[in-house]
Antibody, heavy 123, light 110 residues
Framework: EMQLVESGGGSVQPGGSLRLSCTAS????????FHWVRQAPGKGLVWVSR????????SFADSVTGRFTITTDDAKNTVYVQMNSLRAEDTAVYHC????????????????WGQGTLVTVSS | QSALTQPASVSGSPGQSITISCTGT?????????VSWYQQHPGKVPKVMIY???NRPSGVSNRFSGSKSGNTASLTISGLQAEDEADYYC??????????FGGGTKLTVL
């Protein structure tokens, strides 16, 4: 069974840091793109970042560029997002999402979603 | 990276057809055939309904169809059913090698 399980969320003060993890199972990790998508309570979906399973070709939304980094550990089938200089507007549920296969026509089709981990930034 | 523009809400009666629009720019929707549509029921994770403008994943009803003209993509749901009531989001690849979502559309089945 294909699964994505996030962890690492919690409450943090403005300016603080958190590292979210996403562990994948049920498919070959290194063959896929991975994305982070966030959703503030009662709000819409917002794309945050993406990376290949081998940790290359990362990109970020303008709103998090310079504050977030994304890495992978294919030995652990895990994607990480390091979030620094957190702001109140970063408060959201963060979903890890599987994109397309590396080399596929469209790597940005989100077919499997984790349940998400809640990040709350508040003083 | 401005969000794609979707109507906040649409509604229709059972059996009718509705269309949800998704307007972007030549740097996203208009520039690539990489538009997807997602359905999200309350408390659930999103589910892909259409990808690459008009393709349906296995298992998605053929009542769902997608199209694109210029900078605007559209999702059409025919033969509306009560279970179609949900939030719908479009997304597109962009020229900045990023992805952008629409603001979401709440579909109400009357």
């Amino acid at each position: 069974e294909m699964q994505l399980v996030e962890s690492g969320g919690g409450s943090v003060q403005p300016g603080g840091s958190l590292r979210l993890s996403c562990t994948a199972s049920g498919f070959t990790f290194s063959n896929y793109w991975f994305h982070w998508v966030r959703q503030a309570p009662g709000k819409g979906l917002v794309w945050v970042s993406r990376v290949k399973g081998d940790g290359t070709d990362a990109s970020f939304a303008d709103s998090v560029t310079g504050r977030f980094t994304i890495t992978t550990d294919d030995a652990k089938n895990t994607v990480y997002v390091q979030m620094n200089s957190l702001r109140a507007e970063d408060t959201a549920v963060y979903h890890c999402v599987r994109g397309g296969q590396i080399g596929s026509y469209d790597p940005n089709v989100f077919d499997y979603w984790g349940q998400g981990t809640l990040v709350t930034v508040s003083s | 990276q401005s969000a794609l523009t979707q109507p906040a809400s649409v509604s229709g009666s059972p059996g009718q057809s509705i269309t949800i629009s998704c307007t972007g720019t030549s740097s996203d929707v208009g520039g690539y055939n990489f538009v997807s549509w997602y359905q999200q029921h309350p408390g659930k994770v999103p589910k892909v309904m259409i990808y690459d403008v008009a393709n349906r994943p296995s298992g998605v009803s053929n009542r769902f169809s997608g199209s694109k003209s210029g900078n605007t993509a559209s999702l059409t749901i025919s033969g509306l059913q009560a279970e179609d009531e949900a939030d719908y989001y479009c997304s597109s690849y962009t020229s900045s090698h990023t992805v952008v979502f629409g603001g979401g559309t709440k579909l109400t089945v009357l």
